[in-house]
């Protein structure tokens, strides 16, 4: 089987300086690099097959900079290494990288900043003033103004829900682009780098289900891994298996039991009815819970788990 690696799979959107080394293996050994030999790193995303960049050879490693994906949008992308256009890397599924938004493209907006002494002098005053007029003795008094209002005259604007989601932390979370195992916790816990927490309280420390492994025992033309959850969960993050493409496979859901649950999730999967997504709901329990952790951990949206079947509550 040919297999890759690659060095750095995220980086920023216009940094050019980052290099790209690639390595080449068939059959778990290292390939040995012809300068003869034409190397081209061809690139695709959702949408299709995009370009193609010549490879050079350094340290026995491809590599590539940066600076030819100037004209890629931040996104994940899919790549393969094709050999003199006769053998192609890797032979199962694809290359990753992600280009990510630089700091100037993040939408953001200017924060009134004040001391705190200069903030109660100015919420008192606020408070003050707020106080309605009381009028002739037997007269209802003027109502004072509300928290919005206080908060428009301190310099803020917005909506009333502005105003609400302002005494909120708020954070901008999105699906998951990798993950770390953590076997010192019970049940071991794969930590996801969006946040997100995935554990199995049944088979909380088989290596066989909780750790990543070789791919020669396979389910569908050698795309499912046959045992580790993390691997069949990365599988679909990484694109080498797609929405559409698991619809019309009977995959029953491997070891994607009622323990596999998501802690601190992106999406509340509570909010759905499961059992349409499988086809058998007694035989293919697991595959709804598969389904579920996809939505819960942000892999899959509203969309897509509707169009598995998924019914909303």
Not at 176 to 181: A, E, F, N, R, S
Not at 201 to 229: C, L, M, Q
Request: proline share 4%; net charge negative.
């Amino acid at each position: 089987m040919k297999t890759l690696t690659i060095n750095q799979k995220v980086f920023k959107h216009q940094d050019t300086q980052t290099k790209l080394k690639i390595s080449l293996f068939e059959n778990n050994s290292k390939v040995s690099l012809d300068n003869e030999a034409d190397y081209q790193f061809k690139i695709k995303n959702s949408s299709g097959y995009l370009k193609s960049e010549t490879l050079t050879i350094e340290d026995d490693r491809l590599v590539l900079t940066t600076d030819k994906f100037k004209d890629l949008t931040p996104d994940t992308y899919n790549f393969e290494v094709w050999v003199d256009e006769d053998s192609i890397y890797p032979s199962d599924s694809y290359g990753y990288f992600k280009i990510t938004k630089n700091v100037s493209e993040v939408d953001g907006e200017v924060v009134p900043v004040i001391t705190i002494e200069d903030f109660e002098k100015r919420f008192a005053e606020a408070v003050k003033n707020a106080k309605g007029d009381t009028g002739e003795r037997g007269a209802d008094g003027v109502d004072g103004k509300s928290a919005y209002q206080i908060w428009l005259d301190l310099g803020n604007s917005g909506s009333e829900q502005d105003f609400i989601n302002s005494l909120k932390a708020q954070s901008e979370r999105h699906g998951p682009t990798g993950y770390i195992l953590d076997t010192r916790t019970k049940p071991w816990t794969l930590l996801f780098d969006n946040g997100c927490r995935v554990v199995n309280s049944k088979y909380w420390n088989n290596g066989a289900v909780f750790r990543p492994h070789s791919e020669s025992g396979t389910w569908w033309d050698k795309r499912y891994p046959t045992y580790s959850i993390p691997d069949t969960i990365m599988k679909f993050i990484r694109g080498s298996i797609i929405a559409s493409e698991f619809k019309v496979h009977p995959w029953t859901g491997g070891y994607f039991t009622d323990e596999t649950q998501v802690l601190s999730p992106i999406n509340n999967g509570a909010n759905y009815d499961w059992t349409g997504v499988a086809s058998d709901p007694v035989s293919q329990h697991n595959r709804m819970n598969f389904v579920r952790v996809l939505y819960e951990i942000g892999v899959w949206n509203d969309e897509t788990v509707e169009s598995l079947g998924a019914v909303r509550k």
